[in-house]
T-cell receptor, first 114, second 115 residues
Framework: ETGVTQTPRHLVMGMTNKKSLKCEQH?????MYWYKQSAKKPLELMFV???????ENNSVPSRFSPECPNSSHLFLHLHTLQPEDSALYLC?????????????FGSGTRLTVV | AQKVTQAQTEISVVEKEDVTLDCVYE???????LFWYKQPPSGELVFLIR??????QNEISGRYSWNFQKSTSSFNFTITASQVVDSAVYFC????????????FGSGTRLLVRP
C-alpha cells in the first residue's frame, strides 16, 4: 500500500454511462493529481488540485469532470466517454504542489469503455 | 518544447546480469529536475530518484546507479546483478523548475528479468 488508494481497480462502462473514479490519501498531503496512462503513450497530466482548488486543467475534454471536496479525496466523474478513453487512470498526491516534494501514486483504475 | 525519449521499448535479461536503461531528454531550460519511476505489475508508480540540473554527480543506491550527463542530455539507469523482482516498466521523467508540478514522462522501458 502506497498511502494513496484508488477505487475501483477495474471499471468497464458503456459510452452512455456515468461513473466516477475515487482517490483517497491519508498522508496529510495538500496536492492531488490525475494522470492518464494510455497504451503506447506517455503518461499525461490531466488535473492538479492544491488545497481543494484546481490549479491545472491540461486541455482535458469536458466529459472528464474532477472534484476535490477536501484535501484527502479526489474524484474523476466520467460521462459519455469514447473507446479511446480506455486507459489506466492514476491518482497521485504530494505534500504541496510541485514535483520537488515527490509524488505518491495509487495503483490506478483500469478503465475500459465499450 | 520538452521531451523525454526512452528508445528501449523492452529489455529481457537473465537474472544476475547488469542492465542499463537509457533516457535522453530535451529542454532549452537550464533548471530542471529528472526522475526515474518504477511501475510494477500492481500499477502504482514508485519513485526511485530525483536529480536537479545543477548536480551532475552520479548516484548509487544499492544495486541501482544513475549516470547524469548534461553534455549528452542523458540520465541513464543501471541495475547491477538484476533480480526477478526488478521486472517492471521503468519511466524517466523531466520537470522544469518554473512549472514544477508538470512531469513529462518518457514512454517507458519494460524490463523482464528471467530466472
Amino acid at each position: 500500500e502506497t498511502g494513496v488508494t484508488q477505487t475501483p481497480r477495474h471499471l468497464v462502462m458503456g459510452m452512455t454511462n456515468k461513473k466516477s473514479l475515487k482517490c483517497e490519501q491519508h498522508l496529510g498531503h495538500n496536492a492531488m493529481y490525475w494522470y492518464k496512462q494510455s497504451a503506447k503513450k506517455p503518461l499525461e497530466l490531466m488535473f492538479v488540485y492544491s488545497l481543494e482548488e484546481r490549479v491545472e486543467n491540461n486541455s482535458v475534454p469536458s466529459r472528464f469532470s474532477p472534484e476535490c471536496p477536501n484535501s484527502s479525496h479526489l474524484f474523476l466523474h466520467l460521462h459519455t466517454l469514447q473507446p479511446e478513453d480506455s486507459a489506466l487512470y492514476l491518482c497521485a498526491s504530494s505534500q504541496d504542489v510541485g514535483v520537488y516534494y515527490g509524488y505518491t501514486f495509487g495503483s490506478g483504475t483500469r478503465l475500459t469503455v465499450v | 518544447a520538452q521531451k523525454v525519449t526512452q528508445a528501449q521499448t523492452e529489455i529481457s535479461v537473465v537474472e544476475k546480469e547488469d542492465v542499463t536503461l537509457d533516457c535522453v531528454y530535451e529542454t532549452r531550460d537550464t533548471t530542471y529536475y529528472l526522475f526515474w519511476y518504477k511501475q510494477p505489475p500492481s500499477g502504482e508508480l514508485v519513485f526511485l530518484i530525483r536529480r536537479n540540473s545543477f548536480d551532475e554527480q552520479n548516484e548509487i543506491s544499492g544495486r541501482y546507479s544513475w549516470n547524469f550527463q548534461k553534455s549528452t542530455s542523458s540520465f541513464n539507469f543501471t541495475i547491477t546483478a538484476s533480480q526477478v523482482v526488478d521486472s517492471a516498466v521503468y519511466f524517466c521523467a523531466l520537470s522544469l523548475m518554473d512549472s514544477s508540478y508538470k512531469l513529462i514522462f518518457g514512454s517507458g522501458t519494460r524490463l523482464l528479468v528471467r530466472p
